[in-house]
């Protein structure tokens, strides 16, 4: 039942060892959603992440009255509120059914003792600026192509994505009422900080730094 998941955490976790992952599988928790039901609203605290065995979620957050959709969780694909997960504090958007889901569900514990096991993971952070009027721009969603992984800016314009796999990413930066914008290649290397200094047009992406 779990070989879809067997790959998907070796591919992300690439130092998992058979026996961790023995562990691991005993720990899970297969979790029932009907559509609509949520498996993360905003002010809780994520305590699992998730490989979705089955249905189609949604990944958002509402800055009044706006909802900002950050993406859509696939059938064999992974998902969490990371920041909430690995900090422990409360999540600042949801996630929701679009259909009946079957996720499986990892603990904090459980999950902490096998990935921090390997380095292969880092931050990436940064800021995001309004080069027109040169001021930071607050509420834009920026996430990692073909990962769940997504933080919205704060009123200083930054952001931070915790536990990212080490290699080559693609980073997508959306706002309402600007042309979307991407970052078509970062190196993300084990155990360092991946620090961006991001210039965003009305139209464009300006300028990347790091």
Not at 127 to 155: D, M, R
């Amino acid at each position: 039942m779990f070989d879809q998941a067997k790959a998907y955490y070796k591919k992300l976790v690439p130092g998992l060892r058979e026996e961790d992952w023995n562990v691991m599988q005993e720990k899970f928790t297969i979790q029932k959603l009907k559509k609509g039901e949520l498996l993360i609203r905003n002010g809780e605290i994520c305590r699992q992440v998730c490989f979705i065995n089955k249905g189609l979620l949604r990944m958002f957050y509402v800055v009044d009255p706006r909802e900002i959709r950050t993406s859509f969780i696939n059938e064999n694909e992974y998902i969490s509120q990371y920041d909430s997960f690995l900090t422990k504090q409360p999540s600042a958007g949801y996630i929701d059914a679009l259909e009946d889901c079957e996720p499986i569900n990892l603990s904090y514990d459980d999950g902490n003792n096998n990935f921090t096991c390997s380095k292969s993971y880092a931050t990436v952070k940064g800021t995001i600026t309004n080069k027109v009027i040169e001021k930071p721009l607050e509420g834009a969603s920026v996430t990692i192509e073909g990962n769940s992984l997504s933080a919205l800016t704060n009123a200083n314009g930054f952001f931070i994505l915790k536990h990212v796999p080490v290699g080559r990413i693609k980073i997508n930066i959306s706002f309402i009422g600007y042309q979307a914008g991407f970052i078509p290649e970062v190196l993300v290397t084990t155990g360092k900080e991946v620090v961006l200094d991001i210039g965003f047009f009305p139209d464009i992406l300006y300028r990347i730094e790091f």
